[in-house]
C-alpha cells in the first residue's frame, strides 16, 4: 500500500533524516529494533490495541497509528490488556471525554498486573490544556500524550517513549502540515476512509472542532486521487471521502478546484464501485455538486446533511449562516432531483436560548424532509467556544423532554422512509459475515452509520424449522442495512437483493 518505504534498506546507525515521511520510517525501523529485543526477551512479539472514540475521521487515524504499530512489528489485537493501548479521543460533547477518563481508569488497572505496559492518548481530547492538567496530576501511569497536529509524528513518539521514563507530552497549537505516504491497517479489506481535508474553519457556535483540529487545510488532488487509486489496485470497491466541511474542499488549493469536480474525477477510477463522503455543511452545498450527484453511477445515494436546528433565530446564534427556509428549500432541491436519495443529519437540543417554540420548528423540519435517520444530541457546553459564554443556558429538564419529543418523531419519520423500499430488489455491498446462529431478531442496524455513530449489530438468524442459517450483513446504496442468508465468500461482493421485510430501521431479504 501506498508509496512504503522498506524498512531493511533504513540505516539506524545514521542520524534520523529531518525530511518526512522518511523520518518517520527511520523511527518505525528503530521502533522495530526495539520490537525485536522485546521478542528476544519475552519469546513473543509486543501487542498493540488501537481504542477509538468518535467519528469517521477518528476511524481513519486510527487505522494509520495501527498501520504504523504493525510496520514496528507489534502485533494488533483487540483487547486493551496488550503490551501497549493507545486511545485515540474524541472531545465534541464532554460525555466523550468522561468515557475516556472511565476508560483510562481501568487501563491504569491493567498496567498495575503488567507494569511493562505503555499507554498513550492522542487525538482531538489532547488538544485542551485542561485535560492535559489532569492527566499529569491524576492519571501519571500514561507514557504518552499528543494531539492531532502531529499525529503523523506518531512513530518518533512511539520511540521517545521506549526511551523515557515518565510521561512523554507533545502538544501542537496548530499545523499548516500534511505528510503523505505514511502505512495504514485497514480495519475492512474492502472499503476505507479517504481523508481530503483536515480542521475546519467554520466556528460553528457551540462546536470545540476548529479549536482542536485547527483551520482548513486541503490535500491535493492528485495525492488523493493516488491514493485511491492504491487502495482499488489492493482490493477496496468503496471509498468513503471524509472532511469536516467537504463542499467547501478545494477553494484554497493554489489550483483551486470544487468538491463536485474532484467526485468527477474519483468517479473516473476504474475498479471502484461506490464512493461516499461526509460531512456536507448545508451553506456549502453547491447546484454542481447536486447535479455531480444525479449523474454519478457510483456516489451513493445517501447524503449527510446536519440541521443542528430547525429555528432561523437558534441557526443564527449557531452560526450556521442558513435560515430554516434555506434549509427547506436545499433539502427539496436535492429530493427533487435525486428522488431515492436517502438524507440523514445531525441535531442538537438545549442550545442556549433554545425555547419549546424553537424545537417546535425543529420538528417541524423533520417531518417534512422527512429525514431517512438523524442522530440527536444534548447540547454539551465546550470550554472556550462562544456559546459556552451565552448566559441563557437551557434548565436539563426542558432540554430531556425535548430530546424525547424530537427522538421520536425522528423514529417515525426515519421508520417509514426505511419501509419505502420493502419487495424492491437493490444493490448491497456486502460488509460482514455473521457466523454465530442467533434466536430472535437481529439487531437493528443504525441506516447511518455517520459521525459518532455505533456499528450494526447484526448476527445469523434461525430459519422457520430452527436450524441456524448463516446470515451475512450488507448496505444499500441508501445506507439502509440489509441481512441476509449468506456466507463469509460474499464479503466485500456487490449483489442483488430482495429487501423482503423491513424491520424497523433495516430489511431482511434474499439474494437473487
Ligand atoms: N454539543 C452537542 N452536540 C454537538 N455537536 C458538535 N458540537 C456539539 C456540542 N457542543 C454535534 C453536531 C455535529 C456532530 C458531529 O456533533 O450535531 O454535527
Ligand atoms: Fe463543528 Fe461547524 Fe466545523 Fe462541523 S462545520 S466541525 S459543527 S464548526
Known amino acids: 500500500m501506498y508509496n512504503e518505504i522498506d524498512l531493511d534498506i533504513i540505516d539506524i546507525n545514521s542520524e534520523p533524516p529531518a525530511e518526512e515521511p522518511f523520518r518517520q520510517y527511520y523511527f518505525m525501523a528503530r521502533c522495530r529494533e526495539w520490537v525485536r529485543d522485546f521478542e528476544q526477551k519475552n519469546g513473543r512479539r509486543p501487542t498493540a490495541c488501537v481504542t477509538t472514540f468518535g467519528c469517521q475521521m477518528n476511524a481513519r487515524d486510527s487505522e494509520k497509528l495501527a498501520g504504523i504499530l504493525e510496520k514496528a512489528g507489534y502485533q494488533l489485537i483487540d483487547n486493551e490488556k496488550a503490551d501497549f493501548v493507545i486511545f485515540n479521543t474524541c472531545t465534541v460533547r464532554d460525555n466523550a471525554n468522561q468515557r475516556v477518563y472511565g476508560r483510562l481508569g481501568e487501563l491504569g488497572g491493567h498496567k498495575r498486573r503488567n507494569p511493562g505496559m505503555k499507554i498513550a492518548l492522542c487525538g482531538c481530547m489532547m488538544q485542551e490544556p485542561e485535560v492535559i492538567e ?27 517513549s521506549h526511551e523515557t521514563e515518565g510521561m512523554v507530552v507533545d502538544i501542537w497549537k496548530d499545523t499548516d502540515k500534511i ?36 483551520r482548513e487545510r486541503n490535500r491535493k488532488p492528485e495525492d488523493i486521487l493516488e491514493e485511491i ?9 468503496e471509498v468513503m471521502l471524509l472532511g469536516q466541511n467537504v463542499n467547501s474542499y478545494g477553494k484554497n488549493l ?27 455543511h448545508p451553506k456549502d452545498l453547491s447546484d454542481e455538486l447536486i447535479e455531480v450527484m444525479a449523474q454519478s453511477e457510483k456516489i451513493c445515494r445517501h447524503l449527510h446533511l446536519p440541521l443542528q436546528s430547525g429555528s432561523t433565530r437558534i441557526l443564527e446564534r ?15 432541491r436535492i429530493r427533487d432531483r435525486i428522488p431515492d436519495i436517502a438524507i440523514t443529519t445531525d441535531i442538537i437540543v438545549g442550545f442556549p436560548g433554545e425555547t419549546p417554540e424553537d424545537l417546535e420548528e425543529t420538528i417541524d423540519v423533520v417531518r417534512r424532509v422527512k429525514f431517512d435517520n438523524a442522530f440527536t444530541f444534548i447540547y454539551s457546553k465546550r470550554t472556550g467556544t462562544p456559546a459556552a459564554a451565552m448566559e441563557d443556558q437551557v434548565p436539563k429538564e426542558q432540554v430531556r423532554q425535548g430530546f424525547d419529543r424530537l427522538l421520536k418523531t425522528v423514529q417515525d419519520t426515519a421508520r417509514s422512509q426505511a419501509a419505502k423500499y420493502e419487495g424492491r430488489v437493490m444493490e448491497a455491498l456486502i460488509e460482514e459475515a455473521n457466523d454465530s446462529a442467533w434466536e430472535g431478531n437481529p439487531g437493528a442496524g443504525n441506516v447511518s452509520g455517520t459521525a459518532c455513530a455505533g456499528t450494526d449489530a447484526a448476527m445469523g438468524t434461525q430459519d422457520t424449522m430452527g436450524a441456524p442459517v448463516s446470515m451475512v450483513t450488507g ?23 430482495s429487501l423482503d421485510r423491513c424491520h424497523g430501521f433495516y430489511y431482511i431479504g434474499h439474494r437473487v
Open 254 to 280: 493554489d489550483n483551486p478546484i470544487t468538491f463536485a469536480q474532484l467526485l468527477r474525477e474519483v468517479e473516473k477510477i476504474d475498479g471502484l464501485k461506490r464512493i461516499r463522503f461526509m460531512t456536507s
Open 229 to 237: 487509486r492504491r487502495l482499488v489496485a489492493d482490493g477496496v470497491v
Open 134 to 160: 489532569k492527566l499529569r496530576k491524576s492519571y501519571s501511569f500514561v507514557d504518552l500524550v499528543f494531539g492531532t497536529h502531529n499525529i503523523y509524528k506518531f512513530a518518533e513518539l512511539l520511540y521517545a
Open 475 to 497: 448496505r444499500l446504496s441508501n445506507n439502509t442495512v440489509v441481512h441476509m442468508p449468506g456466507d463469509a465468500s460474499l464479503v466485500g461482493r456487490v449483489v442483488q437483493v
Open 179 to 214: 505528510v503523505e505516504d505514511l502505512p495504514a491497517e485497514r480495519k475492512y479489506p474492502f472499503k476505507s476512509g479517504i481523508n481530503i481535508m483536515f480542521g475546519c474553519n467554520n466556528f460553528c457556535s457551540y462546536c470545540i472542532v476548529p479549536y482542536v483540529r485547527g
Open 318 to 332: 449557531m452560526n450556521r449562516r442558513y435560515t430554516k427556509e434555506q434549509y427547506l428549500e436545499l433539502a427539496q
